[in-house]
């Protein structure tokens, strides 16, 4: 079983849609979690962290649920410029360890 | 303020050459990564450095050496490369924990011919 999984997709949603998308991690001593986006052919960069209490930044909603071992990121309205893949980013010991990332195209 | 900087972009290599990859970051970061992407794989971790002069194993390190002289640069060597080794390696840093952002160059991308 991969440490982090995520559904490759990919997700094509309408302009203006709500998608949700799912992560799920195997060892429960991990420690910190995050979603970072990657554009085509670009380096990822951090899209946000994702606390147990759930953490909101403008159309982004992260959450974790430790019992059941999974991240879930929500982006409302969705603009075209959302179009990318999301990567699924788990800590422990110092280490990061990536999904393999989920792949949003955005359709006008 | 350049943040973090691979050297070269892209590099084509014959089986059994060598070649060292340079990162460099200017933001007095301690943590320094190498990763390599692969379609289908993900980011998987080659070699890391929590401060200047130590290293430590990924979760793919043979066939890979590093080294962390200077705190701002972190090298990533491949003594005998092989095709299987042809892929996009991205260098990250983070301030001093890995719970703290990532900082990632613009990647290398590598083919072994």
């Known amino acids: 079983r991969k440490e982090v999984e995520q559904d490759p997709g990919p997700f094509n949603v309408p302009e203006g849609a709500t998608v949700a998308f799912n992560c799920t991690y195997s060892?429960?001593?991990?420690?910190?979690f995050f979603w970072y986006r990657q554009d085509c052919r670009k380096e990822p960069k951090l899209l946000m962290s994702v606390y147990s209490s759930g953490n909101e930044d403008g159309r982004f909603t992260a959450q974790l649920n430790r019992a059941s071992q999974y991240i879930s990121l929500l982006i409302r309205d969705s603009k075209l410029s959302d179009s990318a893949t999301y990567l699924c980013v788990v800590n422990k010991d110092e280490k990061l360890t990536f999904g393999t990332g989920t792949r949003l195209t955005i359709i006008p | 303020n350049a943040g973090v900087t691979q050297t070269p972009k892209f590099r084509v290599l014959k089986t059994g050459q060598s070649m060292t990859l340079l990162c460099a970051q200017d933001?007095?970061?301690?943590?320094m990564y190498w990763y390599r992407q692969d379609p289908g794989m993900g980011l998987r971790l080659i070699h890391y450095s929590v401060g200047e002069g130590t290293t430590a194993k990924g979760e793919v390190p043979d066939g890979y050496n590093v080294s962390r002289l200077k705190k701002q640069n972190f090298l990533l060597g491949l003594e005998s490369a092989a095709p299987s080794q042809t892929s996009v390696y991205f260098c990250?840093?983070?301030?001093?924990?890995?719970?703290?952002?990532?900082?990632f160059g613009q990647g290398t991308r590598l083919t072994v011919v």
């Open positions: 060892n429960s001593a991990s420690q910190s």
């Open positions: 990250a840093s983070s301030f001093d924990r890995a719970d703290t952002e990532a900082f």
């Open positions: 933001m007095n970061h301690e943590y």
